[in-house]
């Protein structure tokens, strides 16, 4: 177990990271868990010094009431942190991160358009604009992400290339629980019964069906499917179960 220091001023992390050749960083918004800890766990086995970041990101909720119920679990997410190898934790403020009250955005205008993009407008702006911030203020040379969220990964990694940054996006495969349910934060705001059907969610989109048939059983199980689609060689789908989104992908 590692003695993570929490750090909340990005001048103040941007001073200490200074003496350090080799940093990997794991952006989160908080309520961590294994699917955290994995990328953690191998950011620590590939970097001199590691950084995990926990901030629920305002400019990324197109939902007010999402927003407000994001979970939030600080003391429990430093033991995580030190458990898997976290050197650093930087906890910032909206004022800390937003000096210029989100004047200047990043947009991308073709895959952040579809999907999450099409259901949450704005959503991406927020990502790629508090990442490129994360990725500026901790000068990282690797960054990692789980594939979990696939559509977010690949848009992060193409800004990357398209910016011409010095940090190389690492994807990471998604934590599942042993049902196949996708690990994610959202999950703890589910009843007993809402995440043994959530594991539906993954057990149809495995399955050799068309779309539109995977749809309809989601929606006969009492889900609101926001998209279930093909694009390339993936499916991707969200839906909202007892007011909780929740999404997946996988490779087809
Ligand atoms: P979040 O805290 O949900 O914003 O996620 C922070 C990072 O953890 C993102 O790169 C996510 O893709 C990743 N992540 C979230 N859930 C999982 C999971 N089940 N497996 C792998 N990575 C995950």
Redo the contacts with the bound molecule.
């Keep these: 177990m590692k003695h993570t220091k929490v750090i909340e001023k990005p001048q103040d992390l941007i001073e200490y990271r200074k003496k350090y050749s080799s940093i990997g960083f794991v952006?989160?918004?908080?309520a961590l868990h294994a699917?955290?800890a994995?990328?953690m766990k191998k950011a620590s086995s590939e970097n001199e010094l590691t950084i995990a970041s926990v901030f629920v990101n305002p400019t990324q909720f197109n939902n007010a009431t999402d927003l407000e119920k994001y979970p939030k679990t600080f003391e429990a997410d430093l033991k995580t942190c030190g458990e898997n190898g976290v050197d650093v934790l930087f906890f910032p403020q909206f004022s800390d991160i937003y000096p210029d009250n989100y004047r200047f955005k990043l947009s991308e205008n073709e895959f952040s358009k579809l999907l999450c993009g099409a259901h949450r407008p704005g959503h991406f702006d927020g990502v790629l604009t508090v990442v490129l911030k994360l990725l500026q203020i901790t000068g990282c040379h690797r960054a990692y992400?789980?594939m979990?969220?696939y559509q977010?990964?690949k848009l992060i990694s193409d800004m990357a290339k398209a910016l011409f940054l010095p940090t190389e996006i690492i994807g990471?495969p998604?934590?599942r629980e042993a049902s196949g349910l996708?690990?994610?934060?959202r999950n703890m705001r589910l009843s007993a019964e809402g995440k043994d059907k959530a594991k539906l969610i993954y057990a149809t989109i495995t399955q050799k069906t068309s779309p539109d048939k995977a749809r309809e059983i989601l929606t006969a199980n009492g889900f609101v499917v926001d998209y279930l689609e093909d694009i390339a060689d993936r499916r991707y789908v969200a839906a909202t179960l007892e007011g909780i989104r929740l999404i997946d992908n996988v490779e087809i």
Excluded: E, R
């Design positions: 952006p989160t918004m908080g699917g955290h994995s990328l992400f789980g979990k969220d977010q990964y990471l998604t934590v996708a690990m994610s934060s």
